[in-house]
Each structure stands twice: as C-alpha cells, then as structure tokens.
C-alpha cells in the first residue's frame, strides 16, 4: 500500500528544492483532471498548513512537520483533517553535477494504482516547468513586479502560481474589497496610484464569450473589454519606467471562417462580431503603446485544460462515450495547452524584442474531426455519434454558433516560432495525455 516513486529532474538540487518553497507552487503541482482548490498555501515547508477544498465540502489539510524539514535534501506534511493516514516525503538527492534524483515517499492505506497518475503528473510538471523557467532565464533574469488583472480566473490563477514560482511578485488587481498584497481596481476610472512599483501588467480581464449572443451578451462582452482596457492603457502611460503592457486578445480577429488560409500575425483582419471586438480590444492599448511602453496583444486559440473552456464541456461526454465530430468535421481548430499559454505570457513580460499581437496557438492546428478522435483515443472511448450543425445553433443561437461552435481558423504562431520559442506541447496527443494523465506511467 502507498507509493514511492522517483524521476531524475534536470535542475540541480537547491534549484528544485527552492521552488517548492515558493507561492503557487502547489496550485502548479495539482492534476487538471482533479476537482480540488487550493484555499491556502503553506508559509513554509517547516511547519505551515496547506488546505484544499475537495468535493462535497471536504477540506484537505496538510501539516508539514519539523521533524522531516531538512532543506535542500527534504520536507514531509501529513493529513489532520481527514481519517485517514496519510504522510508524504518528500526527498531530493544530487543527480550527477546538475540533475536531482526527486522521490515521493507516500505511506498510506491507498493502494499504488490510485496514487500512481497524480504522482507521476506531479514529476513531469514540475520537470517542464523547470525546464519553462530556465529558458525564461535565458531571456531575462530580472525579477519582476507585474500587475494583473482577472487574476482569479481559469488563466489568471495558473499564471499567478507561474509568475511567483519564477520569482516574480505578483499584485492582483481585484474589483472587490482587495486582502493583503492585492489593490483594488476600478476599471472605469483605476486610481493614480495603481501601477505605483509596478514593472509589468498583465490584463485578463473581460466577461466570457460563451453563450447566446444577444444584444445584451454583446454588449457586455464588448464594453468589458475595450473600454477598460483604454482606462488601464491611459494609466500605464502616465508610468514610464513601465516595462510592458501585456493584454489579452484573442484570434477571434481573424474571423469565424477563412477556408485553409494560413493566418499568421500579419494577416488582415477578419468580419464579423468577435473580429470587431478584438480589433477594438487591440486598439486600446495605444496609449500605452504612444508612451514608449512595450506592448503585446496575446492572441489565444482554444485553450485546452479539463479545468475548463472548451474540453471541460467536452470531456464529460467522451467519458461517456457520446463524444463525436461537429458536423462535418472539417473546421480547423487553432489550440494550445494551457500551460503553453503562461509560458507565452510570461515570455511577453520578459522579452524586450516582443511587441505587438502574438498568435498564442500550437503550431499544429487540426481539424475537428482529427481533435475529436485524438480526445477519444486517450480518454480510451469511442467517438460515433457526431454533433448535427443544428446542435450549436440550439444553444448558442445563429451568430454565437457560426462564430464560436462551428469557427474555422488554421492560425499559427509565426512571430513565436520566428523567435525561436519551444513549446510545451507542440502536438495534441501528447498535450491531451498529459492533461488527462494518460501517459505511460
């Protein structure tokens, strides 16, 4: 019964134990395909409490112990809130002159098989975003503060835990009453004093393109965005010594539907209701942009993570075996994998030679009906009952189908690939078995 498993991470031993020390650490380490929430970090890995919230109310509470606290070479916690007995080691021992030999040590009454998944994601995590973060260092090895907005969404908390197991500070930007090292933003009219000691922002912000496009949808999706944005933009050139004004942006610029067209940075902009929304969306950050401020619009494709979007929705119905193409199949699908993305923005904060719209897509787009038979393939399911195109416009309405649901856009990241970028997960197989804890194991 338990586990202990070992992997040999290529960073030496200080390096990887310093990481685990830092905020966000164990929001990057939690396995998509779980439904857990970290409601409080550990302060320290001697004698703090983490406590994750699991369904059904439970609550997840692990005590670290002074006993085992033995930096670089070790650290232990231990289940309080839950009867079950539970104490995870955690050992890291020199791998040569630059790797760690990394083993979890989990005494439990839970067999091997049920702990084997979660572990074994746990190891390649941590290697990639190690790795992730060494070629960041060789962009910059500044230490940032950066601003962000929407920092509680699905995007905004992974990148959170990304920026601060950096090294970097991160100040949320909230529009509620702000608790300790958040500010309080008023995107209507942000305080003077906001961006003060700020040397990045990074803007989320903006109400889900998802549902119905009704006049009051649009409304909301436009205004949410464009406005704010200029606000903000406003501020960040009133700051000089800014570094850069990161926004979100999204490939929805290029239209619902270009054929086989390849659609790089430079292509023109496409018709349609998401197109003038991020065109305009773009066009907010000028201010910032006029000021000398280094600007960069990230313009995102699907994002994939069972967390949520689009294979939230999907994958409940592949595991049941009633997952199938859309229609005929054939639209092209620019996505990319979560973890990619925070790479991409945190790439934005740091390069001083990145400026202006980003692709922030895999560089293998694939149609529909190749996405959804990978997805079935590594949820091990079939995948025989495809989507009839009536089903979108039932829920999403005409407009909200043609421009979300049935959108084909066959996008590449050329200004990425151009700068030499190495993706995470350039390939859907791999991104999806990664994500789902599908790998060989």
Do not use: C
């Amino acid at each position: 019964m338990g586990l202990t498993y070992s992997s040999v991470i290529d960073a030496d031993r200080d390096e990887v134990f310093s990481w685990h020390t830092r905020p966000g650490a164990i929001t990057r380490l939690i396995p998509p395909w779980q439904p857990v929430r970290v409601l409080r970090e550990a302060g320290s890995l001697r004698d703090g409490r983490a406590t994750l919230t699991l369904p059904g109310g439970l609550r997840w509470v692990a005590a670290h112990q002074p006993d085992a606290y033995d930096p670089p070479n070790a650290f232990a916690d231990e289940l309080t809130s839950l009867p079950l007995p539970w104490r995870h080691t955690h050992q890291f021992s020199p791998s040569g002159n630059t790797a760690t030999l990394v083993t979890d040590v989990i005494e439990t009454p839970l067999p091997a098989r049920v702990l084997r998944s979660t572990v074994v994601y746990r190891h390649r995590q941590l290697a990639a975003d190690l790795a992730a973060l060494a070629r960041a260092r060789d962009i910059s090895q500044d230490t940032l503060t950066v601003a962000v907005t929407g920092s509680s969404g699905l995007i905004g908390t992974a990148l959170t835990a990304l920026l601060t197991t950096s090294g970097h500070r991160v100040i949320p930007l909230v529009r509620r009453l702000p608790r300790a090292g958040e500010r309080y933003w008023r995107p209507e009219d942000p305080a003077a004093e906001l961006l003060d000691g700020v040397d990045a922002v990074i803007h989320l912000a903006g109400a889900s393109i998802g549902g119905r496009f009704t006049a009051e949808r649009k409304h909301e999706i436009r205004t949410s965005r464009i406005q704010p944005t200029r606000k903000l933009a406003e501020l960040a050139a009133s700051r000089p010594g800014l570094r850069a004004f990161v926004t979100a942006s999204a490939i929805g610029i290029y239209g619902p539907d270009r054929g086989d067209e390849v659609l790089t940075e430079a292509s023109p902009r496409g018709d349609g209701f998401l197109a003038d929304v991020v065109a305009g969306w773009e066009d907010a950050t000028t201010p910032a942009a006029a000021a000398g401020i280094r600007t960069v619009q990230v313009r995102t494709g699907i994002v994939q993570t069972p967390r949520g979007g689009m294979l939230r929705l999907l994958s409940p119905l592949f595991e049941a075996g009633l997952g199938g193409r859309l229609g005929d199949g054939k639209q092209w699908l620019a996505w990319i994998a979560l973890d990619d993305l925070l790479d991409i923005y945190r790439r934005a904060v740091l390069d001083e030679a990145l400026s202006g719209p980003v692709n922030a897509v895999a560089p293998e787009p694939v149609r529909n009906a190749d996405y959804t038979r990978t997805l079935a393939a590594v949820l091990r399911r079939p995948a025989v009952l495809p989507v009839p195109g009536f089903g979108p416009r039932l829920l999403l309405g005409d407009e909200g189908a043609r421009e979300i649901a049935q959108a084909s856009q066959y996008v590449l990241p050329e200004r990425l690939t151009g700068a030499g970028h190495r993706f995470r997960q350039p390939e859907l197989t791999g991104a999806l078995r990664h994500l789902f804890g599908r790998e060989g194991t």
